[in-house]
């Protein structure tokens, strides 16, 4: 099992550009997340989905839009990328309480 | 008032201390507290956790749930140069889909 997946590892952007990070997972889980990582900020939650089909906000879901394809993969697109979206993002998935996360994206937005 | 707070330190202790790591929360509602533990530029993993208030107890490691101070602390024994990483405390932030709310984490360094 791999569990889960994330790419791409890195990423640089210019200011403007668009991307999607894609996560998958093999766990068969129905919940998948969305965090940022920022330093002295802690994990914040983008957006989750209790399921396939649904999606709901976080705390911080400005500037960002995700897609849950099927269980297995959730997305999160920047459509216009912003140097404050200068992070690393990690996508984790779970079925009860304990979430398993993926190794993490580092963007860079110049 | 943010829901988790935690010390961000960095904490450095010798080879063989106990190390007391704490968190305080605001939310009383829920009942899960989790640990998790997160190395250098790598993903965070699942430490531990606890359903209410008591100890719970993994090999070296204890958490521990205050309700009444809504204090919760994981301790650390006989700590090891492999225990150096980042930990963080998190709950269960509500609704039915067991979100978590983080605290910022504490950076732990054990020397040798």
């Known amino acids: 099992n791999a569990g889960v997946t994330q790419t791409p590892k890195f990423q640089v952007l210019k200011t403007g550009q668009s991307m999607t990070l894609q996560c998958a997972q093999d766990m068969n889980h129905n919940s998948m997340y969305w965090y940022r990582q920022d330093p002295g900020m802690g994990l914040r939650l983008i957006y989750y989905?209790?399921?396939?089909?649904?999606?709901d906000k976080g705390e911080v879901p400005n500037g960002y839009n995700v897609s849950r394809l099927n269980k297995r993969e959730f997305s999160l697109r920047l459509e216009s990328a912003a140097p404050s979206q200068t992070s690393v993002y990690f996508c984790?998935?779970?079925?009860?309480?304990?979430?398993?996360f993926g190794p993490g994206t580092r963007l860079t937005v110049l | 008032q943010k829901e988790v707070e935690q010390d961000p330190g960095p904490l450095s202790v010798p080879e063989g201390a106990i190390v007391s790591l704490n968190c305080t929360y605001s939310?009383?509602?829920?009942?899960?507290f989790m640990w998790y533990r997160q190395y250098s530029r790598k993903g965070p993993e699942l430490l531990m956790y606890t359903y209410s208030s008591g100890n719970k107890e993994d090999g070296r490691f204890t958490a521990q749930v205050d309700k009444s101070s809504k204090y919760i602390s994981l301790f650390i024994r006989d700590s090891q140069p492999s225990d150096s990483a980042t930990y963080l405390c998190?709950?269960?932030?509500?609704?039915?889909?067991?979100?978590?709310?983080f605290g910022k984490g504490t950076l732990l360094t054990v020397n040798p």
């Open positions: 984790a998935s779970s079925e009860m309480v304990e979430q398993f």
């Open positions: 998190a709950k269960e932030s509500g609704g039915s889909n067991y979100k978590l709310t």
């Open positions: 939310n009383s509602a829920f009942q899960y």
């Open positions: 989905s209790a399921s396939e089909g649904t999606t």
